[in-house]
């Protein structure tokens, strides 16, 4: 026990720091062994549908990379330099066992990379059953959504196949409405730095919504509840900042380091897509019909725009990023994709020309998850922010 | 007598090694490789034969009067003042190129006072040059740039100081010099270098071969014997721009590969880490290589590295890895881009970390990219061998050890102390091949 | 001892058998025919070759013109470096795939073709596989840059090596809907599935010779070089020509040269006239590099090296698989087609693949030369290679190039590789022989 | 009207300035470049910092803004920082009022900066991670062929056949270098390959941060180079960049010089708002 006083909310972000940094999930291994017959099921970004691995009495368990604390020594055998780092920094999770409780992975339709690593996974570790989930492209509800649909179906068989027990209608339905409270307490979150971000720190706001990746999703919405309201308790000094959206198409995650980079450098940040699976369906998924029905049509036509998601119409392609400033009364947008990320990296100059269009201010950085330098960032990160601060009311 | 030669030429060392018929090493040869590749090579063949004499000279004399301890003594002896003789000719060579640069339009202005400055400047390094191969000295290293570098800097700066002359134009003469005097050709009769390294021996202690009255005879019956070159094979880096046919050259894998076996025959694992590749390589019972893998083109991560490092603390290769061996903390370091190397450390150093813990950060950077060069090579089987220059890094050799138990167990770890000739001893073996097989 | 220089680097002549020069007139007529499509009335659809319906866009009258192509063109005639520059100025990232760099900064440039003459914007967009995610940006980006009909056709991905019905409907139900209206729409041609079937009857025939020529590498010595060589062979089958009678006269012709060789005992022709003697069979994975395209095959071919089989010449159809275009169920059949593109395959399918050729072809080891640019095909290559090592117990390498970015091109360190690997099967060898 | 100090801590040297600003006009009472070769640069820059003072005949306290900019935030005496861009920005302005673009170039990274006439950074664009092409790697080479920092400049000026460089990396384009010595190629061909290469990569730059309509002034130590600011003229011609190059002789000032502008900006903004507050 410390014996000076910690404030609730340091006492939080603690926690999910232990939970950030403890690369051999003990709270998963904890979870699964609690109660025998447990399953746990990994994913990796940017998408699964977590509702039906829930209702399936398994917990979704979110592998994000190794970020910049693991070293990496295996990994790097099976990747040349021109691939981004989160492929094999998660194949060194998987080498080094760190995983080896996790029963089943899935891998979402992102790129390239990670539908490969899908066949990686199945030859490398031919114990843990691996399944790549095909997103749709097409947004039309009878051809993409019925084509989900069946996909939605076909990785509820998979999951029952590993539990030893079909998953009802009902058991879904009923994790939807978990989620749902869930994405009701992230926005909230969200919202509440949007009006106050020296209250939320990114690098913290970071932290809670990076528990969630790891915890029963119960325990992550009482967490939530539990920072708001310490949030909420406290004032913290208004600093002098720019106000900006950080855009990255993250799958690979930033060094935390990079986050508190850039708040340091003078920028705070109001909207950020470091894990867009938390808020991936912008309003409630429906509780009634076909779960399954119900779950691909928030998908088709209720969830985020993100670079691995075609854009059918080209006159909204980029909008979501004007609409994001605007809402979040941002000044600019800053760039930051992972090197060698081709959606994302391809989709920048699109999206920086409607920026352009739009008159927002932004500029652009690579990272990788175990950048070490943080200098060039703070410089530009830096200079962004002076040029703002600089000319306001000028 | 025949002898079969192997040069590899790599990008910062070239190194020979001379082999007689019946497979035993004569004599090796290192020289720092420099712009003329030819003259490395040159270099580095004469530096073997010189060893090859040494060789002989053992032989000769253990068959004679002379008992062990004598003979260790008076070859001891007989080397450290050949080096001086070499290293005095050498010098001699820097200071007239020197005195010549004054010539020139940049030193016109400042001429005789910088020729005065330049003569003291050798005055003082000609009169420490025996405190140098003094028995017992440590020097900066083998190379004469090296070690007239890191002398001249040192006298520069005092000379500059008396004699008000700007430094940096003392260390800008000799910068200009050195490339020339290294890429000249090694001049001089050897016999003659022989005999006034002898004669030195003599004078300064003429007791040493007391009761041992053959030893010039058996000297000088050895100098007489002709090393025949009777074939060569290079490899290396540099073996395309090497002024050989094409058998006459192999490549540095298979040469790597076939020295590692000669050496540890159960070997099934090298690793080479070499100034600007690292190489895994997996031999089979007769020393074939089974797999490969190279560093891909980012020359991050190897021996270069640890050169810029040194530099940049402005200390010797060698010291590195001792100040690198205090450190209980090794920071964590995830850039090993070579140049960058510096800038690191700066940036690290102003925020308080440790030297020793910073440099032993950046041995074990370069180790993990070697381990997962092996791993992708297809992993480490029993026995695996160590070579290149960075077998020579305590340090590295240390977290080397450290991760290939962790991650493959308890394994045989070779590290012989010529491993920085594997290559060479390979290319040597293929000569012999060539010839006698 | 002879003293080596640099080699002379005074361009020979390049000697060409007669089905290749066949190949160089049919894309030259074509890409005369793309940039006269604006003054003939013709519209142009932009497609790239995996995945390519050709037959479908016959069926519109649609005159197909691949971006993908023009980058290798580009990469040939050594324009692309200074394509990819451009585009990298414009701000694309230097990290990603230089195929998109090439063509976007072709297009920066004037758009100008091979012929040395200006390209048609394109009428529609057809993105007509997904098997590569570079290929959905790719066209998001020149629908920008032509503000034209797009059209998504989004190919599942064969993750657990198998097609299923869910995967047939999802892509027929997109081409009744969705492709097909569109094209009507863009060309004012109505579509008419008897066409189709046609034009699907010829390609099946034009796939059996190519497959058959594409396997007469199984002879040893193998009369073609299934990698440099298959590059030209696949050209009009993945190209702009499947389902003609153009594509069914080159491949038989094509068919009966090989014969030739064969019965002659001839290996394959090189920019340098017929190989020497074949001392090295290969597998490579992987695609080519194409700005140096003939210093890369000479470092093969001048060590007796030949490839007798690529997964490169998948990459627009695994044929030798038994795939064939369908007249019977024509849709179906396309879809099919997609999906079993070689990269649309998941990685345990493509192991099995590059063992089986080594086997078949009775191999000495597989290559693989690694893309900078193409995740799609490099992600997992490392894994392959010891996987394949593993199963046939043969030695494998492992290069890395690009496709048109010169820039990757290392042609010292790639021969270093390259001989230590040659040199690396003749020690094997001769080690096998002294313990038999 | 306000005295006061610019401070720009850099990986190759510590530059410091002190400046006198009213009205419209800024006078450079003092300035001091040292380059840091292992030294501390902190302490280096709190000792150049007091001789700048000295020279320029005041006294610490009578510097009303000590700004910092590179790696000087550390300084515990500054009043404020400004990242290097926005300085350098600024010193271009001052160096050339009609610049719209700093070319930054020093030791480890080259920075192009698309600026507006009140020295507002509106875009920029920075060499990569990887040191390939910096000025280390071109001084390392110097070194190397023997030759002095200040002859670099005008033996690549006499090159009639430069070799180019062609190694992504700097260490392997090392080996590449020694290797032309060996077939003979003379140091200023040498030399004005690697400028070459440089400026390439660096009209890369300026060709990505959009079209300029002034003076691109190049700021930082290589500026001084005169061997790669013709380089750099030769590139931007080749890359049709229409817009002039310039360097000047106090081009490593830039950062030191904007650092101290901005400083006297906000010191006159700060004071501006204490009058109103006090007003009201
Ligand atoms: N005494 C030493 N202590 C530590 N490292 C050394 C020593 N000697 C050489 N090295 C390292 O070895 C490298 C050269 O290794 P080497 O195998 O000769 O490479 P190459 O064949 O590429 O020239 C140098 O870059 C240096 O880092
Ligand atoms: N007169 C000169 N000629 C050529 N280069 C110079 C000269 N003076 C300084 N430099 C170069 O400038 C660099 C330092 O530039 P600077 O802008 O101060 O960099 P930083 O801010 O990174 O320290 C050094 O690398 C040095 O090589
Ligand atoms: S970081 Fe980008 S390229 Fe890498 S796995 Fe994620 S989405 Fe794919
Ligand atoms: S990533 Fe590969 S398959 Fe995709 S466009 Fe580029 S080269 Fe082609
Ligand atoms: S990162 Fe460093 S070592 Fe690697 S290629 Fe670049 S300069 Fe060379």
């Known amino acids: 026990m410390l014996d000076v006083p910690v404030s609730a909310t340091a006492g939080i972000i603690r926690r999910c720091e232990d939970l950030f940094a403890d690369l051999h999930f003990s709270t998963a291994r904890a979870w699964k062994a609690a109660k025998p017959g447990r399953k746990v099921i990994g994913f990796m970004p940017y998408y699964v549908p977590r509702e039906i691995i829930h209702a399936a009495g398994a917990l979704p368990l979110g592998i994000l990379g190794g970020g910049d604390q693991l070293e990496v020594i295996?990994?790097?055998?099976?990747?040349?330099?021109?691939?981004?780092?989160?492929?094999?920094?998660?194949?060194?999770?998987?080498?080094?066992?760190?995983?080896?409780?996790?029963?089943?992975?899935?891998?979402?339709?992102?790129?390239?990379?990670?539908?490969?690593?899908?066949?990686?996974?199945?030859?490398?570790?031919?114990?843990?059953?691996?399944?790549?989930?095909?997103?749709?492209?097409?947004?039309?509800?009878?051809?993409?959504?019925?084509?989900?649909?069946?996909?939605?179906?076909?990785?509820?068989?998979?999951?029952?196949?590993?539990?030893?027990?079909?998953?009802?209608?009902?058991?879904?339905?009923?994790?939807?409405?978990?989620?749902?409270?869930?994405?009701?307490?992230?926005?909230?979150?969200?919202?509440?730095?949007?009006?106050?971000?020296?209250?939320v720190p990114a690098s913290e706001l970071y932290l809670v919504m990076r528990a969630g990746f790891v915890l029963p999703v119960e325990e992550h919405s009482q967490l939530i509840r539990d920072y708001l309201a310490s949030v909420r308790d406290q004032q913290r000094p208004i600093k002098d900042n720019s106000r900006v959206v950080v855009s990255g198409a993250f799958c690979e995650q930033p060094p935390l380091t990079l986050i508190k980079s850039i708040e340091l450098s003078g920028c705070y940040i109001v909207d950020d897509d470091f894990l867009l699976i938390n808020r991936w369906e912008r309003s409630d998924v429906a509780t009634d019909g076909d779960p399954l029905a119900a779950l691909a049509r928030s998908f088709l036509h209720d969830s985020h725009s993100t670079p691995p998601k075609y854009e059918p119409d080209q006159a909204k392609k980029g909008l979501y990023l004007v609409e994001a400033v605007r809402k979040h009364r941002a000044e600019g947008v800053i760039f930051a994709m992972a090197s060698f990320c081709d959606p994302a990296l391809l989709d920048r100059p699109m999206l920086q020309d409607i920026l352009k269009a739009h008159g927002v201010p932004q500029i652009a950085f690579k990272f990788a998850e175990n950048s070490g330098q943080m200098q060039p960032i703070r410089e530009q990160a830096g200079t962004f922010s002076d040029s703002i601060k600089l000319w306001s009311g000028a | 007598m025949r002898t079969f030669i192997g040069i590899d030429l790599g990008s910062t060392t070239t190194k020979a090694v001379l082999l007689d018929e019946n497979r035993d090493v004569i004599g090796r040869g290192i020289t720092n490789s420099r712009s003329n590749y030819a003259t490395a090579a040159r270099v580095a063949s004469e530096e073997a034969r010189i060893d090859g004499r040494f060789t002989l000279f053992r032989r000769a004399l253990e068959s004679g009067e002379a008992n062990g301890d004598l003979v260790q003594a008076f070859l001891g002896a007989l080397e450290r003042n050949f080096r001086l003789v070499q290293f005095l000719e050498q010098l001699g060579d820097l200071e007239e190129t020197c005195l010549g640069q004054l010539k020139t339009e940049r030193f016109a202005k400042v001429a005789d006072r910088m020729g005065e400055a330049l003569n003291e400047v050798f005055r003082r390094l000609r009169a420490e040059a025996p405190d140098l191969y003094a028995p017992g000295a440590v020097r900066k290293s083998?190379?004469?740039?090296?070690?007239?570098?890191?002398?001249?800097?040192?006298?520069?700066?005092?000379?500059?100081?008396?004699?008000?002359?700007?430094?940096?134009?003392?260390?800008?003469?000799?910068?200009?010099?050195?490339?020339?005097?290294?890429?000249?050709?090694?001049?001089?009769?050897?016999?003659?270098?022989?005999?006034?390294?002898?004669?030195?021996?003599?004078?300064?202690?003429?007791?040493?071969?007391?009761?041992?009255?053959?030893?010039?005879?058996?000297?000088?019956?050895?100098?007489?014997?002709?090393?025949?070159?009777?074939?060569?094979?290079?490899?290396?880096?540099?073996?395309?721009?090497?002024?050989?046919?094409?058998?006459?050259?192999?490549?540095?894998?298979?040469?790597?590969?076939?020295?590692?076996?000669m050496m540890y025959p159960k070997t099934r694992t090298v690793l080479d880490i070499g100034g600007q590749d690292t190489k895994g390589i997996q031999v089979d019972g007769s020393g074939i290589v089974a797999n490969f893998q190279m560093n891909d083109r980012c020359a991050a991560g190897c021996g270069r590295y640890l050169g810029y490092i040194a530099d940049e603390m402005n200390m010797g290769l060698h010291e590195l890895g001792p100040l690198a061996m205090k450190s209980n903390r090794p920071a964590r370091i995830n850039s090993t881009c070579t140049v960058f190397a510096g800038a690191e450390l700066r940036d690290r150093l102003s925020l308080g970390e440790k030297r020793e813990d910073i440099l032993a950060g950046l041995h074990r950077a370069i180790i993990l990219r070697a381990i997962s060069i092996i791993s992708r090579s297809g992993g480490v089987t029993d026995e695996f061998t160590f070579t290149g220059g960075v077998a020579k890094n305590e340090a590295a050799v240390r977290e080397l050890r450290k991760l290939i138990k962790e991650n493959y167990g308890d394994v045989t770890i070779n590290i012989n102390p010529d491993s920085i000739y594997t290559g060479a001893l390979g290319a040597a073996e293929f000569a012999r091949r060539a010839v006698v097989s | 001892m002879t003293i080596i220089t640099r080699p002379a680097s005074k361009p020979a002549d390049i000697i060409k058998d007669a089905s290749m020069s066949k190949q160089k007139d049919m894309m030259a007529r074509h890409y005369e025919r793309l940039s006269d499509a604006p003054t003939n009335g013709e519209k142009v659809a932009a497609t790239f070759v995996p995945g390519n319906l050709n037959e479908l866009l016959m069926c519109f009258g649609l005159v197909n013109n691949l971006p993908e192509v023009n980058a290798i063109q580009s990469g040939l005639r050594k324009q692309s470096g200074g394509y990819v520059m451009e585009a990298e100025k414009s701000g694309h990232s230097e990290d990603v795939c230089t195929y998109v760099k090439s063509d976007i900064g072709m297009m920066s440039k004037g758009n100008i073709g091979p012929n040395g003459r200006k390209l048609p914007d394109p009428d529609v967009l057809l993105l007509s596989y997904t098997g590569c995610f570079t290929f959905m940006k790719w066209f998001e980006l020149l629908r920008q840059q032509y503000n034209c009909e797009t059209i998504m056709f989004h190919t599942p991905y064969m993750a657990d090596g198998k097609i299923t019905k869910d995967m047939i409907k999802y892509m027929v139900k997109q081409l009744k809907q969705d492709v097909i209206p569109k094209l009507e729409k863009v060309s004012g041609v109505k579509f008419d599935i008897d066409l189709l079937r046609e034009h699907l009857r010829k390609s099946a025939i034009a796939e059996d010779d190519l497959v058959w020529v594409l396997q007469s590498a199984k002879t040893k010595p193998s009369p073609i070089d299934a990698y440099f060589g298959g590059i030209y062979y696949i050209g009009p089958i993945f190209g702009a020509f499947r389902g003609t009678d153009d594509a069914i006269d080159y491949y038989r012709f094509l068919r009966q040269e090989v014969e030739e060789r064969i019965a002659e005992g001839k290996g394959p022709v090189t920019p340098d006239g017929d190989m020497g003697q074949e001392r090295y069979r290969l597998v490579v994975e992987g695609p080519p590099n194409y700005t140096h395209f003939r210093q890369f095959w000479k470092m093969f071919y001048d060590e007796g090296a030949v490839v007798v089989a690529s997964s490169y010449t998948k990459v627009g159809g695994t044929y030798d698989f038994g795939f064939r275009h369908d007249p019977v169920n024509p849709l179906e059949s396309l879809a099919e087609y997609c999906l079993n593109v070689y990269t649309n395959r998941n990685l345990p399918m493509r192991v099995d693949m590059l063992e089986n050729y080594i086997d078949e072809y009775q191999a000495d080891g597989l290559l693989i030369n690694s893309i900078k640019s193409c995740n799609s095909f490099s992600a997992g290559q490392l894994l392959m290679m010891r996987e394949v090592e593993k199963r046939t117990g043969k030695p494998a390498a492992f290069i890395e190039t690009d496709l048109v970015d010169p820039r990757y091109f290392s042609p010292a360190n790639i021969k270093n590789r390259l001989e230590s690997y040659f040199q690396m099967i003749e020690q094997k060898r001769a080690g096998l022989r002294g313990a038999a | 009207m306000p005295i006061t100090a610019g401070i720009d801590v850099g990986t190759g040297a510590v530059k410091v300035a002190v400046f006198d600003v009213h009205g419209g006009t800024e006078t450079c009472l003092a300035k001091r470049v040292e380059r840091v070769r292992q030294r501390d640069p902190l302490k280096l820059a709190a000792q150049i910092y007091n001789d700048v003072v000295k020279a320029a005949g005041l006294a610490r306290n009578d510097i009303a803004y000590c700004a910092t900019t590179g790696e000087g935030e550390a300084l515990d005496f500054h009043t404020g920082h400004f990242y290097s861009m926005t300085t350098h920005a600024r010193g271009a302005i001052y160096l050339r009022p009609d610049a719209r673009a700093a070319l930054d170039v020093g030791a480890l990274h080259g920075r192009a900066i698309r600026l507006d006439e009140r020295g507002k950074v509106l875009n920029y664009k920075m060499t990569s991670q990887c040191a390939s092409g910096s000025g280390q790697f071109l001084e390392n080479i110097a070194r190397y062929l023997g030759i002095a920092q200040d002859e670099i400049g005008s033996l690549s000026q006499q090159s009639d056949n430069p070799e180019k460089v062609s190694g992504i990396c700097a260490v392997l384009a090392e080996t590449d270098v020694i290797?032309?010595?060996?077939?003979?190629?003379?140091?200023?061909?040498?030399?004005?390959?690697?400028?070459?290469?440089?400026?390439?990569?660096?009209?890369?730059?300026?060709?990505?941060?959009?079209?300029?309509?002034?003076?691109?002034?190049?700021?930082?130590?290589?500026?001084?180079?005169?061997?790669?600011?013709?380089?750099?003229?030769?590139?931007?011609?080749?890359?049709?960049?229409?817009?002039?190059?310039?360097s000047h002789p106090d081009a490593i000032f830039a950062g030191a010089f904007g650092a101290a502008l901005w400083g006297a900006f906000r010191h006159e903004k700060f004071a501006r708002l204490a009058e109103q507050a006090k007003a009201a």
């Open chain 2, 142 to 261: 083998d190379f004469f740039r090296d070690i007239a570098g890191s002398r001249f800097h040192v006298h520069a700066d005092a000379v500059a100081e008396e004699s008000a002359v700007p430094h940096e134009i003392l260390l800008n003469a000799y910068d200009k010099s050195i490339i020339d005097v290294e890429n000249r050709p090694p001049s001089g009769d050897m016999s003659d270098k022989f005999h006034r390294a002898m004669e030195r021996v003599l004078e300064i202690d003429p007791h040493l071969i007391d009761g041992a009255n053959d030893v010039p005879a058996r000297i000088e019956n050895t100098l007489g014997l002709e090393l025949e070159e009777t074939y060569l094979v290079g490899t290396g880096y540099g073996r395309v721009t090497l002024p050989f046919s094409k058998e006459h050259i192999r490549s540095e894998i298979l040469c790597h590969g076939l020295g590692a076996h």
């Open chain 4, 179 to 246: 290797n032309m010595v060996s077939r003979g190629i003379t140091a200023p061909n040498i030399l004005k390959g690697i400028h070459e290469s440089m400026a390439d990569r660096l009209a890369k730059l300026l060709k990505t941060i959009g079209t300029v309509d002034g003076v691109i002034q190049m700021t930082g130590g290589l500026a001084l180079d005169a061997g790669l600011v013709e380089a750099m003229k030769e590139a931007t011609a080749r890359a049709k960049i229409t817009a002039p190059i310039e």
């Open chain 1, 74 to 199: 295996h990994g790097d055998a099976y990747y040349q330099s021109y691939i981004c780092r989160i492929p094999r920094s998660t194949i060194e999770l998987g080498v080094s066992g760190r995983i080896d409780f996790v029963d089943g992975m899935l891998f979402p339709s992102i790129c390239d990379v990670i539908r490969n690593l899908s066949g990686m996974w199945m030859l490398m570790f031919p114990n843990t059953a691996a399944r790549y989930v095909d997103l749709p492209q097409n947004f039309e509800d009878d051809v993409g959504g019925e084509f989900y649909r069946s996909e939605l179906n076909e990785i509820r068989e998979w999951l029952g196949r590993i539990t030893g027990q079909p998953i009802t209608d009902d058991a879904i339905r009923a994790s939807i409405e978990v989620f749902n409270e869930n994405r009701r307490l992230v926005r909230e979150a969200y919202t509440l730095r949007t009006d106050e971000p020296w209250n």
